[in-house]
C-alpha cells in the first residue's frame, strides 16, 4: 500500500490569523508534500522548506471556460503560458474548467472542450505536463457548470484521447453530484490525476459533523498505483494549523 501524498489548499487556509509563512512551515512540519494553487510570489517559499506545488490554476475561469469555443484562442495562450511556467517550477499538473453549460447539450459542451484541449495536448505531451479538467458539483456550489459527473470527465479524456488529459476528482463535489465515491473513483482511476477533499455538508473540515468518511477512500486510492497528490480544499472551522493536522491524520493511510 502506497502512502497518500497529502497537499494544503492555500487559499482557504490564507487567512487573517495565519501568515503564508506560518502556514507553509506548518504543512511541512505537519508531514505535507505539497501546497497548491498558491499565488506565484509565495512559490519560493514553498520550495524552500521542501515542498512541491502540486497543481496550479491553467486558464480563466472556472464559469466562462473551454466549452465555448470563442473562448478557445484566449484559453490556449494561458494554457501554453502556464504549461512554461509549470516546468520551470516542477509543478506537474494544471487545472482546467469546462465552464458553465449556458444552454448547451452535454454532447456539445464535450466536443467543444476537446477541440479546445486538443490544440495543447501535443506540447503537454512533449512538457511533462497534465492537464486535469476539475469535476464539480452543479447542484450547490457551481450551478451550471458543465463537468459535473465522472462519466461526462471520462468521456471528454476517452475522446481527446491524450495521456496528458486527465481529471481533477473533488471527492466532496462528486459526493453532492452521485456518491458512490470508492467505486467511481476505483473504476476511473487511470483518468484521474489529482483529488480534492472536503467535508459535506458545508465543505469545511473532514470531522464527525459531515457523512463523508474518508479512511476507506484513502485506503482504496492507497491499495491502487496512484502517485498523485490529495489536496485538502475546505475551510477551516477554527484555528487553520490544528485543522491541517486532523485531515492529514484522517487521510494518513
Known sequence: ????????????????????????????????????????????????HGLGIAIVIGHASLPDGLNKRENHDRIED????????????????????????????SEEGLANCVEGLRRVTAIAEEKGIILSMELLNSHVNHPDYQCDRTAWGVALCRAVGSPSVKLLYDIYHMQIMEGNLTRNITDNLEYISHFHTAGNPGRQDLDDE????????????????????????????????????????????
Open 78 to 105: 494561458e494554457i501554453l503560458v502556464n504549461i512554461d511556467l509549470a516546468v520551470d517550477n516542477g509543478i506537474p499538473s494544471l487545472i482546467c474548467f469546462s465552464g458553465n453549460a449556458e444552454g448547451k447539450s
Open 210 to 253: 459531515q457523512e463523508i468518511y474518508y479512511p476507506p477512500i484513502m485506503k482504496a486510492i492507497a491499495a491502487t498505483d496512484y502517485n498523485g497528490y490529495v489536496g485538502h480544499e475546505y475551510r477551516p472551522k477554527g484555528d487553520a494549523i490544528t485543522s491541517l493536522k486532523h485531515a492529514f491524520f484522517v487521510c494518513n493511510v
Open 1 to 48: 500500500m502506497s502512502p497518500i501524498r497529502q497537499s494544503v489548499c492555500f487559499n482557504p487556509f490564507n487567512r487573517d490569523d495565519i501568515t503564508p509563512e506560518q502556514l507553509i512551515t506548518a504543512a511541512a512540519n505537519i508531514g505535507y508534500k505539497s501546497v497548491e494553487m498558491a499565488p506565484q510570489e509565495h512559490w519560493p517559499l514553498i520550495k524552500d
